[in-house]
C-alpha cells in the first residue's frame, strides 16, 4: 500500500504531460492498487486524457475500485470536460457497476436541460424493477 507521500507522487507523475507513458501508465496502476479515495479523483481526471493508453488504464484502475467510485463518477457526469463525462458515463454503464450504475445515468439525465434525455430517463425508469430500486433509494 503506498503512503501519502508516494500517492501524491504518483498523481504527480499521473497529471505531468511531459513524463514518458509508460511512467504514467504505471502511475495510473499504482494509484488503481491503492483503491483509496484519494486516488479515485485523479483517475477521474484521466479519463479526460488525450492518451487513450492513459484513459484505458484510469478505466481499468476505476472498474476496480467500483463501490467507492461510484458516486465520484456520478459527479464526473456534470465535468466540464466532454472526455471525462463520456468515459465516466460508459464505465457506469457497464455491467459491472449494475443498477447503481444505471441509476446515476438516469438520475443525471432527469435532471438534464436536454428534454429528449430526461424523456428517455423517465421511459428507463418505467422498466426497472421497483423491487429492485426501492432498496438503493
Known amino acids: 500500500m503506498l503512503d501519502s507521500q508516494n500517492i501524491e507522487a504518483a498523481i504527480q507523475v499521473l497529471e505531468d504531460k511531459k513524463k514518458p507513458q509508460e511512467e504514467r501508465i504505471a502511475a495510473v496502476k499504482a494509484l488503481g492498487h491503492i483503491k483509496d479515495a484519494e486516488a479515485i479523483d485523479p483517475l477521474i481526471k484521466a479519463l479526460g486524457d488525450k492518451d ?66 430526461e424523456m ?12 429492485a430500486v426501492e432498496p438503493l433509494v
Do not use: Y
Open 52 to 117: 487513450d493508453s492513459i484513459v484505458r488504464e484510469a478505466k481499468a484502475a476505476l472498474r476496480k475500485m467500483k463501490p467507492q467510485a461510484l458516486k465520484p463518477l456520478s459527479t464526473a457526469l456534470e465535468s466540464g470536460n466532454w472526455r471525462i463525462r463520456k468515459e465516466a458515463a460508459e464505465l457506469l454503464s457497464e455491467k459491472g457497476f449494475g443498477l447503481p450504475g444505471q441509476l446515476a445515468l438516469i438520475a443525471h439525465d432527469l435532471s438534464s436541460k436536454n428534454i429528449m434525455k
Open 120 to 131: 428517455a430517463a423517465r421511459d428507463a425508469l418505467r422498466c426497472l424493477d421497483a423491487s
